[in-house]
Structure formats: structure tokens, C-alpha cells
């Protein structure tokens, strides 16, 4: 086996950061507002659960400081925007699919992975930032009502940019 067969599956090849609205047809702006904190907290809480488990096994004090930094803002973006869901009378719904939790975990959090290795998964998965970023900035755009959510998320999504440009160099000088 190569070593790209133990990249998980979900950050060897280009995804978006958020899969757009599934739900009811002619959805409104808070029900596609709500689908977006309950997807997207969910997913910033699982960054934030395996984070610390890389910078552990990590042996890079500045991949580690790094990491450090990207974890705080990923496990305050999942409690921020709980809190907005919550907030707007939004319930918490989605989960991680335990597939995902099942490739993701064991290799971040694995001392065999090199950190080369998983800034390279990152950094692929995210491909170009503005195009990883863009549902959930095309969302940002179309809401009219509710501009407390906007600018929640406006100002998370500048986190993710400051996240991902760090993530991408990084991966970029451990690889040299």
C-alpha cells in the first residue's frame, strides 16, 4: 500500500467546506441559515475534537504552535454557531457519519503519519480557499434578514481563510 491509501478518503481529494441546503423545497432563509450552523458547527467541533490529538504526536514545535492557534478558532466557531442555532430555535441534527470519524481520527491522531503527510491531506482538500469556501460565502451573500447570522458567519469565514493560508504554507515548508 502506498501511502496515499491511508490518507482518509474525505481529504485526499477537493470538497467543499459545506454540501448546501438538503432539506424541504422553497426553503427559507432561516431554514437554510439553520442548516448551515447545525452542518457546519458539527464539522468545526470534529476539527476541533482531533486537533489536539495530532499536536500531541506532532514533533514539529511549529506545526504544533500552528495548530494550536487553527484548534482555538475551530472549537469556537462550533460553540458560536451552536449558539446561533440554538438561538434562532434551530436543533442540533447532524452528526459526523461515523465513516468519516472512523478514517479521520486514526490518521491525525496517529504518530506513524508524518505531519508532511496530513498538512498535504489538508491542503488538498482544501485546493483553492475562495472555491472550498464558496457555499457557505454564496450563502453569506444571499441573506437579507437576519444580519446577526451574516456577520457570525462573515467573520468565521475570514478565520477559515487565515486557517487554510496557514495550513497550505505550512504543508508547503515541511515539505520542502
Known amino acids: 500500500m502506498s501511502k496515499q491509501d491511508h490518507v482518509p478518503q474525505s481529504t485526499s481529494q477537493k470538497r467543499t467546506v459545506y454540501g448546501g441546503y438538503k432539506g424541504k423545497p ?13 452542518q457546519y458547527s458539527c464539522t468545526e467541533g470534529f476539527v476541533a475534537e482531533y486537533l ?3 499536536i500531541e504526536v506532532s514533533s514539529n514545535e511549529a506545526v504544533k504552535g ?22 434562532i430555535g434551530g436543533t442540533r441534527q447532524y452528526e ?39 457555499p457557505v460565502t454564496d450563502l453569506i451573500a444571499e441573506i ?10 462573515r467573520t468565521i469565514i475570514d478565520d477559515e481563510r487565515a486557517s487554510i493560508k496557514w495550513l497550505v504554507e505550512m504543508s508547503k515548508t515541511v515539505s520542502a
Do not use: C, Y
Request: a negative charge; proline letters at 6%.
Open 26 to 38: 422553497n426553503p427559507s432563509e432561516r431554514d437554510k441559515i439553520m442548516h448551515l450552523l447545525d
Open 52 to 54: 489536539p490529538r495530532w
Open 66 to 87: 500552528g495548530l494550536r492557534t487553527v484548534q482555538v478558532r475551530e472549537a469556537s466557531h462550533a460553540r458560536l454557531m451552536k449558539a446561533r442555532l440554538l438561538e
Open 96 to 134: 459526523i457519519p461515523p465513516e468519516r470519524r472512523e478514517r479521520e481520527l486514526p490518521f491525525f491522531s496517529s504518530a506513524e503519519r508524518t505531519d508532511a503527510e496530513k498538512l498535504q491531506a489538508l491542503a488538498t482538500l482544501f485546493g483553492e480557499a475562495e472555491e472550498f469556501l464558496k
Open 144 to 153: 437579507k434578514e437576519d444580519q446577526h447570522s451574516k456577520e457570525l458567519l
